[in-house]
């Protein structure tokens, strides 16, 4: 690590923590499932954002950013307009240093599309689908429809005008699969295929009167295995949320009345028609690379009972998520891919945040919510580092993750999404101490 980064030191981390983004206005890393570190681990790959005191727009344009941990510098190498609030352009390796991964967007359709961009030759390369998630052979992307992906929550897919956003159909929309040599995308599968194929069935009554979106899509570790959240939202909340996106701009009183109604669709048990008629439902899906096998490994009244963040364990048969499985709080909860052996791995830790599980099988890295019970109630959290076999825990670092505006819903937060390097020695995460955003790199060294 560059001696030029310097040293975070605030409450005392138990291990070293180096600022490496103070050079950048508005950095984060992509997200907890993936790497911003580089094959080698020399490079990280980031999102600069454009700004933090207002909402994205269609057409704004946020830049790529490469630090290099070796020597110190910072470089952009790209400009995006395909990005959005929580996950920026999906900025990810390939099988090398010398490829790198987002998303643009064209302003003449208004469509996404991903890009590859060869660091050494500058050459880049447009591709027929979006990136949500690159293969860890760097072969394959995976993607849902990034357009219609914030109409169930903002933040996650790619900003167009509300107009460009499809209207639904499940014989469209499903998980699209990009072949990164050649640039070549299909639909995998779709949701009609899962709600015909999926074992067990889905009760179709129960979502007759709503529709069905893509949200998080997941390559294993040894990618021959997805998951897929199927997210359903009744159709007054859909219709909500696409009038909301006609007003992003707060001083109008209309987008704003749009906005309470849509945000109370989110929190309501009811619908004012029908008892139990639920805003969101979460299913997690798994599949075969070919779109076969299709299995539920997290049902909508299981995930209902509170829980978030579903992820690949190393050994690509099991999920690690937070779950609240026996009504006494969330847990980290493992089960297989097809829902079977669902246990608790650490009964005495309470769930939290973005949880990954180190390639030894035993140790949990985590951050927290700031509402969350783990965490300060001062704006700082925890980066949690659980040992599933001793059922116990430790705060690797304290830090404030609170920015000056979080915008409607919090789409402007900063999850810190601490995400491993390819050793399982260093994890880069993202907080905002002194309200200022920023990257960090923790090095657990002899903790790991």
């Given at each position: 690590?560059?001696?030029?980064?310097?040293?975070?030191?605030?409450?005392?981390?138990?291990v070293p923590v180096h600022y490496v983004?103070?050079?950048?206005?508005?950095?984060?890393?992509?997200?907890?499932?993936?790497?911003?570190?580089?094959?080698?681990?020399?490079?990280?790959?980031?999102?600069?954002?454009?700004?933090?005191?207002?909402?994205?727009?269609?057409?704004?344009?946020?830049?790529?950013?490469?630090?290099?941990?070796?020597?110190?510098?910072?470089?952009?190498?790209?400009?995006?307009?395909?990005?959005?609030?929580?996950?920026?352009?999906?900025?990810?390796?390939?099988?090398?240093?010398?490829?790198?991964?987002?998303?643009?967007?064209?302003?003449?359709?208004?469509?996404?599309?991903?890009?590859?961009?060869?660091?050494?030759?500058?050459?880049?390369?447009?591709?027929?689908?979006?990136?949500?998630?690159?293969?860890?052979?760097?072969?394959?992307?995976?993607?849902?429809?990034?357009?219609?992906?914030?109409?169930?929550?903002?933040?996650?897919?790619?900003?167009?005008?509300?107009?460009?956003?499809?209207?639904?159909?499940?014989?469209?929309?499903?998980?699209?699969?990009?072949?990164?040599?050649?640039?070549?995308?299909?639909?995998?599968?779709?949701?009609?295929?899962?709600?015909?194929?999926?074992?067990?069935?889905?009760?179709?009554?129960?979502?007759?009167?709503?529709?069905?979106?893509?949200?998080?899509?997941?390559?294993?570790?040894?990618?021959?295995?997805?998951?897929?959240?199927?997210?359903?939202?009744?159709?007054?909340?859909?219709?909500?949320?696409?009038?909301?996106?006609?007003?992003?701009?707060?001083?109008?009183?209309?987008?704003?009345?749009?906005?309470?109604?849509?945000?109370?669709?989110?929190?309501?048990?009811?619908?004012?028609?029908?008892?139990?008629?639920?805003?969101?439902?979460?299913?997690?899906?798994?599949?075969?690379?070919?779109?076969?096998?299709?299995?539920?490994?997290?049902?909508?009244?299981?995930?209902?009972?509170?829980?978030?963040?579903?992820?690949?364990?190393?050994?690509?048969?099991?999920?690690?998520?937070?779950?609240?499985?026996?009504?006494?709080?969330?847990?980290?909860?493992?089960?297989?891919?097809?829902?079977?052996?669902?246990?608790?791995?650490?009964?005495?830790c309470q769930g939290s945040g973005h949880?990954?599980?180190?390639?030894?099988?035993?140790?949990?890295?985590?951050?927290?919510?700031?509402?969350?019970?783990?965490?300060?109630?001062?704006?700082?959290?925890?980066?949690r580092w659980i040992d599933t076999r001793?059922?116990?825990?430790?705060?690797?670092?304290?830090?404030?993750?609170?920015?000056?505006?979080?915008?409607?819903?919090?789409?402007?937060?900063?999850?810190?999404?601490?995400?491993?390097?390819?050793?399982?020695?260093?994890?880069?995460?993202?907080?905002?101490?002194?309200?200022?955003?920023?990257?960090?790199?923790?090095?657990?060294?002899?903790?790991?």
């Open positions: 690590m560059s001696t030029a980064f310097p040293l975070y030191t605030e409450y005392d981390p138990r983004t103070p050079d950048v206005a508005r950095p984060l890393h992509r997200f907890f499932d993936t790497s911003p570190f580089s094959p080698s681990g020399r490079y990280l790959a980031i999102t600069d954002l454009p700004f933090e005191d207002r909402e994205p727009r269609p057409g704004d344009v946020a830049r790529v950013v490469i630090v290099d941990l070796q020597d110190g510098t910072t470089r952009a190498v790209a400009d995006t307009r395909g990005w959005d609030s929580q996950l920026g352009a999906q900025v990810q390796w390939g099988e090398t240093d010398e490829a790198i991964y987002f998303n643009d967007l064209d302003l003449r359709t208004w469509e996404p599309f991903g890009v590859k961009l060869n660091l050494t030759s500058q050459k880049t390369e447009r591709l027929s689908g979006t990136i949500y998630m690159v293969s860890n052979n760097g072969r394959f992307a995976l993607s849902p429809c990034l357009k219609r992906t914030r109409i169930t929550q903002a933040g996650y897919g790619v900003v167009v005008p509300p107009a460009n956003i499809p209207e639904y159909d499940i014989h469209e929309d499903g998980i699209f699969i990009t072949d990164l040599a050649s640039g070549q995308t299909r639909l995998l599968v779709s949701i009609a295929d899962i709600l015909e194929r999926v074992q067990p069935s889905l009760d179709c009554d129960r979502v007759r009167d709503g529709q069905f979106f893509g949200f998080h899509v997941k390559w294993n570790a040894r990618d021959d295995r997805i998951m897929f959240v199927l997210r359903w939202m009744p159709h007054e909340a859909i219709k909500a949320a696409r009038k909301a996106m006609r007003y992003q701009t707060p001083t109008f009183k209309r987008g704003q009345r749009l906005l309470r109604k849509m945000m109370r669709w989110s929190r309501v048990a009811g619908h004012p028609a029908r008892q139990n008629y639920p805003a969101r439902l979460n299913y997690l899906i798994t599949c075969d690379t070919k779109g076969k096998n299709l299995r539920v490994a997290v049902d909508a009244d299981l995930w209902a009972r509170g829980g978030h963040h579903p992820n690949w364990c190393p050994d690509g048969d099991h999920i690690l998520m937070n779950l609240n499985l026996n009504g006494n709080g969330m847990r980290f909860v493992q089960m297989k891919y097809d829902g079977s052996d669902l246990r608790i791995v650490a009964p005495n949880p990954t599980m180190h390639f030894d099988g035993i140790h949990i890295l985590t951050d927290a919510y700031p509402a969350e019970p783990v965490s300060f109630g001062d704006g700082t959290v925890p980066i001793a059922d116990s825990e430790l705060a690797l670092l304290r830090i404030e993750s609170v920015p000056r505006y979080e915008g409607r819903k919090r789409i402007l937060r900063v999850d810190p999404h601490p995400a491993w390097d390819r050793s399982f020695t260093r994890f880069a995460f993202n907080a905002c101490p002194g309200k200022r955003r920023g990257v960090f790199v923790a090095d657990l060294g002899s903790a790991s």
